[in-house]
């Protein structure tokens, strides 16, 4: 038996992503190396240019990590003690976690059984509650593009402005991502994304980037990203903190954008094979689509099943892996359990984490890969009433 890295499927293998980019990028090291400037060098500057060409948003501000970028967020809209900021609970920790670094109460909304994006009926709730509890002020929604899908943004701003709240895209992971025609970045208030290397575009290290088209929280954001700097160097503006992205970082990150649009396209093209392969299964086997007028980053192929933790052992026994995302909900999590959640709960949440399996899925999946995983997972039919 081989255990050659080309035969075995992987739930993730970037390695021909690497081939295709290691010579620019070892030609950028080496420019790095010679001219010094490890902290905000030219590259940091020539990568904000090309995202900010890449999604037309006025302003691109790199940062450490997508959890920095969320928190500078949170930072330049004011958001503290007091402020109630609402996030979804299906979500990587990150999200909630930026409220709660500014002293802030996250508060829980529920997501949309099919999408898996905020439910912007739950999202009403929620905020009519805490205004009329009179606790907390509601200052800002932090809304997730789940799995690489386009949260509802028109419907989500429209409940934001009645109560004067700042609207905060987290698109950790869906960078890439299109609604209408515009690209993520362009989508909110403030968009907040990360360079993680399993994200869509992703470093060789932790790395994320702030987008938004206000000049004034542009300012902000940058301010904050150095230390509060101000006009001049002995002068804060404010207080900060050190949120800035490697030279080394920028390098890997703009070479790789070069490729990123084939990339995405690749992804679409395994997004649609599965939905063809998967298409017969229909009621037993949800298969995810993006919502009208938007594009996903596919950043995860994620099916709903009834008998999820049957299917996955079958598919491990198969060499097929899978993963589950997110088996606890953040409100069911024990240190953050006492913050409020939206008045009817979260059915949906509650009932997804049972459901959810995201299969293979990365831009180099090659067909005859992509075949065993369609064929083990129509093994589904066997496990119909099967399971225990
Ligand atoms: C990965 C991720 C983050 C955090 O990004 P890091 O760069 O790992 O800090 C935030 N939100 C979501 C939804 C993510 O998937």
Redesign the pocket.
Known sequence: MSTDRAERLAFIDLAPQLERVRAGVEAGFKRVLDHGRFIMGPEVEALEEALAAFTRARSVITC???????WLAMLALGVGPGDAVFVPSW?????AEAPCLCGATPVFVDVDPEFFTMDPKSLRSAVEAVAAGGTFTPRAVIA???FGMVAPYAQIGAVAREHGMGVVA????AFGASAGGRRVGCLADIT?????P??PLGGFG???AVFTDDAALADRLRSLRAHGAGSTKDESARVGTNARLDTLQAVVLLEKLKIFEEELERRQKIAERYAGGLATLDDRVVVPRAPGETTSAW?QYTIKVDHRDALAERLQAEGVPTRVYYRTPIHMRSVYADFPTSPGGLPVTERLKDQVLSLPMYPYLSEGHQRRVIEAVRSVDALAGGDS
Do not use: I
């Open positions: 450490s990590n997508g959890t920095d970028a969320l979500t990587f920790t990150a999200t997730v593009d789940l987290d698109a950790a992971q907040a994304t990360s360079f993680f399993a994200k932790d790395g994320g950043s």
